[in-house]
């Protein structure tokens, strides 16, 4: 069965340095990738996927995610951080076996300091 | 174009009743899955709706049941509500059978608050 670990709960970074959020999955199959952000009393917006494609995704606001098969991970990254980027970041992993269900990580709050 | 809507935004309800939450999926779109999500964690996927059947359930009891329309909206009804249901309540929709490739678009979510 599929699942997805995100390694961290809270990250913390200055505004104008680089974020780096971690995903490590697991999987049976070739594996599509997720990850979605959610801004205080909002809805859930997708940033980007992997659909075993290119290994290097580029998504939204900046926002980038590498695909390393070697080592089930799927890490989102940022070269500069932005106060509005705070907000809770969720790395999902698609389960073919099951219908195509989504599969969440338990989400990391991204905390910008000025 | 609208995407995802739903309704109400917030509802506090008593221990023991029953409640319907709504959701209209994004123009175009014909299926709609249902999450609940507890605070501080992620989603938890309770089933999805297409061509008006339940398609998938996730681990939830038949307290939780839905419903799809004809024009593909849906609601969720919650039965006996226990406190440990209050929980912030995300609908999605998106085209199709789900593959590897779809993308799913949230609504705001209800705030379910059991008292």
């Known amino acids: 069965a599929q699942s997805v670990t995100q390694l961290d709960s809270h990250v913390s970074v200055s505004e104008g340095t680089p974020v780096l959020l971690r995903c490590n999955y697991s999987?049976?199959?070739?594996?599509?990738l997720f990850w979605y952000v959610q801004h205080p009393n909002k809805g859930l917006q997708l940033l980007l996927k992997y659909t075993s494609a290119a290994t290097l995704v580029k998504g939204i606001n900046g926002f980038e995610a590498e695909f390393k098969k070697s080592e089930t991970s799927f890490h989102l990254t940022k070269p500069s951080a932005h106060m509005s980027d705070a907000a809770e970041y969720f790395c999902?992993?698609?389960?073919?076996?099951?219908?195509?269900?989504?599969?969440w990580g338990a989400g990391t709050k991204l905390i910008i300091k000025p | 174009d609208a995407g995802v809507t739903q309704s109400p935004t917030h509802l506090i309800k008593t221990r023991g009743q029953q409640v319907t939450l709504r959701c209209s999926p994004k123009?175009?779109?014909?299926?709609v899955s249902w999450y609940q999500q507890a605070l501080g964690q992620g989603p938890q996927f309770i089933f999805q709706y297409y061509e008006e059947e339940e398609r998938q359930r996730g681990n939830f009891p038949d307290r939780f049941s839905g419903h799809q329309f004809p024009n593909y909206s849906s609601e969720l009804n919650v039965n006996a509500l226990l406190l440990g249901d209050s929980a912030l309540y995300l609908c999605?929709?998106?085209?199709?059978?789900?593959?590897?490739?779809?993308?799913?678009?949230f609504g705001q979510g209800t705030r379910l608050t059991v008292v």
């Open positions: 999902v992993v698609i389960q073919p076996g099951s219908n195509y269900q989504l599969i």
């Open positions: 999987s049976s199959y070739s594996p599509s």
């Open positions: 123009s175009g779109h014909d299926t």
């Open positions: 999605a929709s998106s085209l199709g059978r789900p593959t590897g490739n779809t993308e799913a678009f």
